[in-house]
């Protein structure tokens, strides 16, 4: 089921350094959210709180409160293994696992979960395969290693893995900066179709990907080097791209600045 998030007064640090501050936000389920901005705002970073994987580098510390339904997951008690669970990511590059076949990448993550049924695993690879919109290009080749894909696919096979453990949000950092323009198109087609099923949120440095695909576009700005990064302005993205509250906001989509 997809879920809302909501983040209260959110900072995040490495060490000493500060790297975002006081983020506050709501995301609504079956949406797709882009966060826009110059490099070094803080997307990314902000990104990889909502699935606890701040805590994985050295230092990195989250304060403030991040809820998904009611569920607060930075809680003493929560397993940050069981929140990834819940939340799905996609990287900048394709990285399907080299020595594994197609059909087992898809179904990698169940099996990390400890699912042995095979009629199971045969199900819910096709339908994430499906949903990927990859089925009908590998369905005669399940055994083949899903590095020998085309970039495009890999990338598609990548989301598969990730929405076959059922997640209720997919995260996804710049998934289409690797990417030529048609297969670029495929994975946005692909996104747009998944909120159906998902809470989508994207970091994107392509202006004009974020208008066609997200429903709402989140703008994070810095005020310098070695400040903090900071949401500037939210809202509907036709609003954001067409009449931003933010004069931040207007320059850097308008090229004038980032």
Request: glycine fraction near 8%; proline fraction near 6%.
């Amino acid at each position: 089921m997809a879920k809302r998030i909501v983040a209260k007064d959110v900072n995040v640090y490495y060490g000493k350094f500060q790297a975002v501050d006081t983020i506050n936000m709501t995301i609504a389920p079956n949406s797709v959210t882009s966060f826009i901005g110059p490099s070094g705002c803080g997307k990314t970073t902000f990104l990889r709180t909502l699935n606890r994987m701040i805590e994985t580098i050295p230092g990195g510390r989250v304060t403030g409160e991040i809820r998904m339904n009611d569920l607060d997951i930075n809680a003493p008690d929560v397993d940050p293994v069981s929140v990834r669970r819940d939340v799905g990511m996609v990287f900048q590059r394709p990285n399907p696992f080299p020595t594994m076949s197609i059909y087992e990448n898809a179904v990698a993550g169940l099996r990390l979960n400890g699912e042995r049924n095979k009629k199971l695993l045969a199900e819910t690879a096709e339908l994430a395969l499906r949903r990927a919109n990859l089925w009908e290009e590998v369905k005669d080749r399940l055994d083949r290693p899903g590095a020998g894909l085309s970039g495009g696919q890999q990338q598609r096979l990548c989301i598969a893995r990730a929405i076959a453990v059922r997640p209720d949000v997919v995260l996804m950092d710049e998934p289409c900066s690797a990417l030529d323009p048609i297969s670029t198109l495929a994975v946005e087609d692909l996104i747009m179709e998944l909120k159906q099923n998902f809470t989508i949120v994207i970091v994107t440095h392509n202006m004009q990907q974020a208008s066609r695909v997200s429903d709402t576009t989140a703008f994070f700005n810095i005020a310098g080097a070695g400040t903090p990064g900071k949401l500037i302005e939210m809202g509907p993205t036709q609003k954001i791209f067409s009449n931003p509250d933010k004069k931040a906001t207007e320059d850097y989509i308008s090229g004038r600045f980032g």
